[in-house]
């Protein structure tokens, strides 16, 4: 992966990777690492509406940091391919948890550009990379075992830039309903987003993703209509004729700036509302419980 933003972002939001007991243990999570002030700093300035600072740019794409960051990686994935520690300790504590954001880095950026979106009932459940099926694994963990009333699913971004190796359009659809039948089975209605608009990726510069992240939408819009989920179209709010992201929108060509988070906002809020009303789905299942 070519090291850009994304490498910075992983530092920044994930921290780096510590050494992990062995084996199959009571508590397989070492201790969090230390905060990442130029990681931090490189968050807030990629949510800014400002531009990015050429300096702080320069900075973030040091070859020693680019480094760091793919060794983190690689270590991290050796041990806990999902990332199953990262909420592990905010899971422990949380209590009446009304709403669960799971997603990548698009949704865990939404925290750092409006922090007042959530709180301690609307929970961000964002990883930085991760593709729809890291979030698969960790979906009972930090949604289900939460009993939220809702879940926002949001992914694919990084399912279609392959962070994760090469995959098929079917791989992710059906990651896609296995996270909304384990939503069903457990009594938590779904919100489906949409697939952020985006024309290039900066750590995968041989791809154009518009087209297939368009096709992608149409089947995630298709697929929320069949279950009856409330559908967030973020695509349609800030793509442009061509599906690039509109550059008032968005620095990097993919991530949000808090312009867009605010365009994202009420859309979420709406859906939430929807599902709300609507309720859980009731599957075969249910019907067949005493």
Known sequence: MRWLLVGAMALALG?????????????????????????QEISEALVADAPFPPALLARAMEPARGAAAEAAKAQKAAVDWADLCRYRQENATARDVETVFMGDSITELWKVADPGFFDARRLDRGISGQTS?????RFFADVVALKPKVVHILAGTNDVAGNQGPS???????????MADMADANGVAVVIGAVPPADRFLWRA????????AELNAWLKAFAAERGYAFADYHAAMATPAGAMAP???????????AGYAVMRPLAEA?????????PRRTALHESRP
Not at 15 to 28: E, I, K, Q, R, S
Not at 206 to 213: F, G, H, N, S
Not at 271 to 279: K, Y
């Open 15 to 39: 921290g780096g990777a510590a050494a992990a007991p062995l084996g199959m243990v009571a508590d397989p999570c070492p201790p969090p690492a230390a905060p990442d002030p130029l990681g």
């Open 133 to 137: 099926a890291q979030m698969l694994l």
């Open 168 to 178: 098929r359009p079917e791989d992710f659809k059906n990651n896609i309903k296995s």
């Open 206 to 213: 041989e791809l154009k993703p518009a087209a297939q992240i």
């Open 248 to 258: 008032s929108f968005s620095k990097d060509f993919v991530h949000p700036n808090r």
């Open 271 to 279: 859906a939430l509302e929807e599902a709300r009303r609507r309720g």
